[in-house]
């Protein structure tokens, strides 16, 4: 993380945390963490295409799957993402 460029914004029903990549870094991250102490933290994926598919890919295919079914596995892609909604299509 970049700490000069990472923010915290605080009202009465909100909070935002802003992050920055320190330079050199790159790529997507995946989750973050967060929670009151080291010990209690909470885990949450950002809404990718890869945690999209990891998390409803056991669902279409349970295991153990064949080689077949993993073929047959439908394409998953995020279209668009909201406060109140995911739009997801799958093929």
């Given at each position: 993380l970049l700490s000069p460029e990472s923010s915290v914004s605080v009202s009465a029903h909100n909070a935002v945390v802003g992050l920055a990549k320190a330079?050199?870094?790159?790529?997507?991250?995946?989750?973050?963490?967060?929670?009151?102490?080291?010990?209690?933290?909470?885990?949450?994926?950002?809404v990718s295409e890869e945690n999209v598919d990891g998390f409803l890919g056991p669902a279409l295919c349970p295991s153990p799957c064949s080689q077949s079914a993993l073929e047959r596995q439908p394409l998953i892609e995020v279209l668009d993402v909201t406060e109140d909604r995911i739009q997801i299509r799958v093929e």
């Open positions: 330079p050199g870094s790159t790529g997507l991250w995946d989750g973050f963490s967060f929670g009151p102490e080291p010990s209690a933290l909470q885990e949450r994926l950002f």
